[in-house]
T-cell receptor
Framework: GAVVSQHPSWVICKSGTSVKIECRSLDFQATTMFWYRQFPKQSLMLMATSNEGSKATYEQGVEKDKFLINHASLTLSTLTVTSAHPEDSSFYIC???????????FGSGTRLTVV | AQSVTQPDIHITVSEGASLELRCNYSYGATPYLFWYVQSPGQGLQLLLKYFSGDTLVQGIKGFEAEFKRSQSSFNLRKPSVHWSDAAEYFCAVGSNTGNQFYFGTGTSLTVIP
């Protein structure tokens, strides 16, 4: 079946540094990918929609300059958390929709801890 | 406004007992409904989905869900729970354009021996 791979699975970084998270569709092309954020014991909140070859669409309240999204190819979207702070610590998950299906395939998530 | 409500934050059941997780939705159009499961520290795995047709849908791992339009519900059921079913369960509703998803807040399932 369709697989979405996310890397890294977990990362610890110092406050003020930037962290890049990759989301790859392994066996299908994805013109659109989605980035979610999940705080402990809470549901997933859509952060942005990543569009191949164009700018991402951010949800209200999400800082586009802080969460940089690049979708340079049909199989890769990246989320860069710039100048990370402890409050950015969270679980980030990406998803994509394989062709001729409905519903999303999710990556395994990235646990970001900012110290 | 679109929303998904999972009334039960946490449920504990004995292994072998039956399970029902509740999900209610508010959606302005024909809903596409989903149930996902998330193990600790993991991503989401699709259990089942409903688009149209038979209102009782079968999923993986022995789960099923029933769509009841009159009650705006899509409850998840399993006749006999296994210890490995302990996880977080999310109900979600999506649009038929495929570009918007609304998740419930999740139900945490604990299975006791």
């Amino acid at each position: 079946g369709a697989v979405v791979s996310q890397h890294p699975s977990w990362v610890i970084c110092k406050s003020g540094t930037s962290v890049k998270i990759e989301c790859r569709s392994l066996d299908f092309q994805a013109t659109t990918m989605f980035w979610y954020r999940q705080f402990p014991k809470q549901s997933l909140m859509l952060m942005a929609t990543s569009n191949e070859g164009s700018k991402a669409t951010y949800e209200q309240g999400v800082e586009k300059d802080k969460f940089l999204i690049n979708h340079a190819s049909l199989t890769l979207s990246t989320l860069t958390v710039t100048s990370a702070h402890p409050e950015d610590s969270s679980f980030y998950i990406c998803s994509a929709t394989p062709p001729n299906t409905y519903g999303y395939t999710f990556g395994s998530g990235t646990r970001l801890t900012v110290v | 406004a679109q929303s998904v409500t999972q009334p039960d934050i946490h449920i504990t059941v004995s292994e072998g007992a039956s399970l029902e997780l509740r999900c209610n939705y508010s959606y302005g159009a024909t809903p596409y409904l989903f149930w996902y499961v998330q193990s600790p520290g993991q991503g989401l795995q699709l259990l089942l989905k409903y688009f149209s047709g038979d209102t009782l849908v079968q999923g993986i791992k022995g789960f099923e869900a029933e769509f009841k339009r009159s009650q705006s519900s899509f409850n998840l059921r399993k006749p006999s729970v296994h210890w490995s079913d302990a996880a977080e369960y999310f109900c979600a509703v999506g649009s038929n354009t495929g570009n918007q998803f609304y998740f419930g807040t999740g139900t945490s399932l604990t299975v006791i021996p």
